[in-house]
């Protein structure tokens, strides 16, 4: 088998950000629904939180109206620890390119920290999907600002009331 140059690059991204919270409202933002259309791309999810359960990330009506597909992200959780972390596989199938690459694994860890604050670090492996890779990273031109726009949006709605976008 012939390891293509993408397939070369980073497989694991780390990311992470320090937010005055609490665990339990940082793992309520990232596996609510309510929560999830306040910040980054303001997307509906589904969450079954327990082992094997099903994950869906659906498309909000402006997506919609770009002709993305419903349901815009699969997945599976592998280990939900409320509100310390949470192990997932992460599947976007908007197109046929990306459908086509296999599933990442992607991980929420929250940490608490002195000063009423916490650190969450998301851990997205995506081995065996460098679409995915690049989209998540941010360097899809007109793509949004991938994982680092999310966290930076969470944060900011975490501690403002308000995200980015408002």
Same mark, same amino acid.
């Given at each position: 088998?012939?390891?293509?140059?993408?397939?070369?690059?980073?497989?694991?991204?780390?990311?992470?950000?320090?937010?005055?919270?609490?665990?339990? !409202?940082?793992?309520? @933002?990232?596996?609510?629904? @309510?929560?999830?259309?306040?910040?980054?791309? !303001?997307?509906?999810?589904?969450?079954?939180?327990? !082992?094997?359960?099903?994950?869906?990330?659906?498309?909000?009506?402006?997506?919609?109206?770009?002709?993305?597909?419903?349901?815009?992200?699969?997945?599976?959780?592998?280990?939900?620890?409320?509100?310390?972390?949470?192990?997932?596989?992460?599947?976007?199938?908007?197109?046929?390119?990306?459908? @086509?690459?296999?599933?990442?694994?992607?991980?929420?860890?929250?940490?608490?920290?002195?000063? /009423?604050?916490?650190?969450?670090?998301?851990?997205?492996?995506?081995?065996?999907?460098?679409?995915?890779? @690049?989209?998540?990273?941010?360097?899809?031109?007109?793509? /949004?600002?991938?994982?680092?726009?999310?966290?930076?949006?969470?944060?900011?709605?975490?501690?403002? /009331?308000?995200?980015?976008?408002?």
């Amino acid at each position: 088998m012939t390891t293509t140059a993408a397939e070369k690059s980073v497989t694991t991204q780390v990311y992470r950000v320090f937010i005055k919270a609490t665990a339990q !409202a940082i793992w309520d @933002a990232i596996t609510q629904s @309510a929560w999830a259309e306040k910040y980054g791309y !303001a997307c509906p999810i589904e969450y079954d939180l327990r !082992a094997g359960g099903a994950f869906r990330a659906l498309a909000n009506e402006g997506m919609k109206a770009h002709g993305t597909p419903d349901v815009m992200i699969v997945g599976e959780v592998i280990e939900a620890d409320p509100p310390r972390k949470l192990v997932q596989t992460w599947h976007p199938i908007w197109d046929p390119q990306s459908a @086509a690459e296999t599933a990442t694994r992607l991980t929420y860890e929250i940490a608490e920290q002195p000063g /009423g604050m916490c650190r969450l670090t998301l851990i997205h492996d995506v081995t065996g999907a460098p679409l995915a890779s @690049a989209m998540v990273s941010g360097n899809v031109p007109d793509a /949004g600002g991938g994982w680092s726009f999310v966290l930076s949006d969470l944060k900011t709605l975490l501690e403002t /009331g308000k995200s980015m976008g408002t």
